[in-house]
Structure formats: structure tokens, C-alpha cells
T-cell receptor, first 113, second 110 residues
Framework: DAGVIQSPRHEVTEMGQEVTLRCKPISGHDYLFWYRQTMMRGLELLIYFNNNVPIDDSGMPEDRFSAKMPNASFSTLKIQPSEPRDSAVYFC???????????FGPGTRLTVL | QQQVKQSPQSLIVQKGGISIINCAYENTAFDYFPWYQQFPGKGPALLIAIRPDVSEKKEGRFTISFNKSAKQFSLHIMDSQPGDSATYFCAASRGDKIIFGKGTRLHILP
């Protein structure tokens, strides 16, 4: 298995632009998680899905952030409009079961100028 | 009550020494305590995990010590090697909810 795949690996954009991050989980994993990592706040859970359904989005910082999972093999995290404080590394992770090992993708480094 | 406090923020250890990272949690409902290891430019990867029904778990040079009454757990890396230099995250979870500590940047001197 190729593991969790994320794209793009790096994204540089200007303030106000729309940003879309993509994730392909490991096949057969029922849970998908989106995290944001910064030096100040560490690793923060933004939202997670179970069987393509959003279960908990309490970590999504603002309405500018939205996430979808249209099918079991694809998810997106969208920021519109983007702001410089959104600059961070965004990780997608998937897992086979509740409270089990999470497999992280390589992350997307987002820079908003 | 959802916090996981991790210390120290950074740690420098001589090669061959013991690295110790500590975490404390507040919510007694947590029932799974994993440690993740992250190398620069990579995503975190599960290193070792423990459930609260045991006080210690060892895998090779890595040991988790768990103190349920104190609501604390720690990672010990024996015979630390330069290849262990990474950021380590503790976490606590119950069901779908997982909370990560802020991470410890470990550097092993050659």
C-alpha cells in the first residue's frame, strides 16, 4: 500500500485566495482525520470523518475552513479566503478503527503571503 | 480537562544515554495512550502505545511507563542513538477523540 497520499506537498498563495488540500486515505480505513501543525499550537485535530461522514468538526478554526469526503478514497480541506495565520503544515491521517493507530500522510506545507 | 501536557519542549542527550519524556492528562476517561515519532519533513508515525490496564510496555529500546493514579505516562529511550533525533508526541484518546501533546524535540549528540 502506498500509505496516505496528500497533495500538493507545498502550497504558496496570497492572502484572500482559495486553497484546496487533498488527501487519499489508505484503502479500507474507515476513519479520516485532518490536522494542522504549527510551532505555537502543536498538532491540532481539525475534523474527522467516519465512513465519509463528518463526525466532529469542533476543531475547525473558522467558517473559512471546510472539509468534504465525497467517497471513501478522497477528502479535501478548503480554506476560503486564506489568511497569513493559516500558514502551517496540514496533515491527513487515516485509521482502521476507533482509538487505534493513525497513519499520517507526508503533509502539505501551506504558506499564505 | 481535554489537555495533554508534555515536557520538556526540547531535550539534548548524549549518545548511549537515556531520554525521558513525560506527559500528564486530566480526563480519566482516556483509555489509549500512544507515542508518535516525527522526523523532519514527514508525518508522525506510531512508535509505541499502552492501555491503562498495564503499568509498563517495552518494545526494544523504547519503554512506556504508565501511572494511572497520577495520570501520568512517560517514554524512555534506552541507549539513545543519533537516529532517534526527532520530535516525539504523546497522545491520549478515548473512542474517536484523540488529544496530542505539544511535542518534544529530541536531539541525540553523536
Amino acid at each position: 500500500d502506498a500509505g496516505v497520499i496528500q497533495s500538493p506537498r507545498h502550497e504558496v498563495t496570497e492572502m484572500g485566495q482559495e486553497v484546496t488540500l487533498r488527501c487519499k486515505p489508505i484503502s479500507g480505513h474507515d476513519y479520516l482525520f485532518w490536522y494542522r501543525q504549527t510551532m505555537m499550537r502543536g498538532l491540532e485535530l481539525l475534523i474527522y470523518f467516519n465512513n465519509n461522514v463528518p463526525i466532529d468538526d469542533s476543531g475547525m478554526p473558522e467558517d473559512r475552513f471546510s472539509a468534504k469526503m465525497p467517497n471513501a478514497s478522497f477528502s479535501t480541506l478548503k480554506i476560503q479566503p486564506s489568511e497569513p495565520r493559516d500558514s502551517a503544515v496540514y496533515f491527513c491521517a487515516s485509521s482502521l478503527q476507533r482509538s487505534g493507530e493513525q497513519f499520517f500522510g507526508p503533509g502539505t506545507r501551506l504558506t499564505v503571503l | 480537562q481535554q489537555q495533554v501536557k508534555q515536557s520538556p519542549q526540547s531535550l539534548i542527550v548524549q549518545k548511549g544515554g537515556i531520554s525521558i519524556i513525560n506527559c500528564a492528562y486530566e480526563n480519566t476517561a482516556f483509555d489509549y495512550f500512544p507515542w508518535y515519532q516525527q522526523f523532519p519533513g514527514k508525518g508522525p508515525a506510531l512508535l509505541i502505545a499502552i492501555r491503562p490496564d498495564v503499568s509498563e510496555k517495552k518494545e526494544g529500546r523504547f519503554t512506556i511507563s504508565f501511572n494511572k493514579s497520577a495520570k501520568q505516562f512517560s517514554l524512555h529511550i534506552m541507549d539513545s542513538q543519533p537516529g532517534d533525533s526527532a520530535t516525539y508526541f504523546c497522545a491520549a484518546s478515548r473512542g474517536d477523540k484523540i488529544i496530542f501533546g505539544k511535542g518534544t524535540r529530541l536531539h541525540i549528540l553523536p
